[in-house]
């Protein structure tokens, strides 16, 4: 069993600049923002078969103990397609029972159900708006409440979101 310390980061394909800008975060000695990103691990060349490709994303996620799914008005359906790869993510994250960070990328800070993948919709998660501080927030405090307690899927379940006092105590 491989020891679990990574991000996952899932994300519709359309949505990959986001991904980058938050690995820009995490780079930027200037922005206190940092994970142990799980796509750094067996890279899948894009020419690989879809095969591959999903044995690499299992690979992936066997090392993962949190994951930020990114949300935009692509993430449902896309999601809901079995020929995607984002569906594919989506289900193992389910199936593995990882805590999950919705990040709304338009910045909403309140939950909006129509961008969750409805194979997550009920599953115990927090949803921030596309911020750096706020982000790092939900994997510190959020995520090791979650894992305290791995039975807290049937005590707590959907969707969850910061009260506006949080983001301001983080200067947002």
């Known amino acids: 069993m491989p020891y679990r310390n990574k991000t996952y980061v899932a994300f519709a394909s359309e949505d990959i600049y986001c991904y980058r800008l938050m690995e820009a975060w995490r780079d930027n000695r200037n922005i206190e923002f940092n ?3 799980a796509h750094d691990i067996n890279t899948a060349l894009d020419a690989s078969r879809p095969e591959t490709i999903r044995r690499r994303l299992g690979e992936r996620l066997s090392s993962t103990k949190q994951t930020v799914v990114l949300l935009s008005d692509t993430t449902r359906p896309k999601a809901a397609r079995p020929s995607s790869f984002l ?14 960070v919705f990040v709304d990328l338009k910045g909403s800070r309140v ?7 409805a ?6 998660s927090i949803n921030v708006s596309f911020q750096p501080a706020i982000i790092r927030y ?6 090791p409440a979650y894992m305290a307690n791995p039975s807290n899927a049937n005590v707590k ?6 009260k506006g ?8």
Not at 87 to 100: F, S
Not at 111 to 117: D, G, Q, Y
């Open 87 to 100: 569906y594919y993510e989506i289900e193992a994250i389910k199936r593995r029972n990882l805590p999950v």
């Open 165 to 172: 006092h949080v983001y301001a105590r983080l200067g947002l």
């Open 157 to 162: 379940t959907g969707p969850h979101y910061y």
């Open 35 to 37: 994970f142990f990103d």
């Open 138 to 143: 939900a994997l510190d405090e959020y995520v």
């Open 119 to 124: 194979t997550l919709i009920n599953h115990y």
């Open 111 to 117: 939950v909006e159900r129509a961008k969750i993948p």
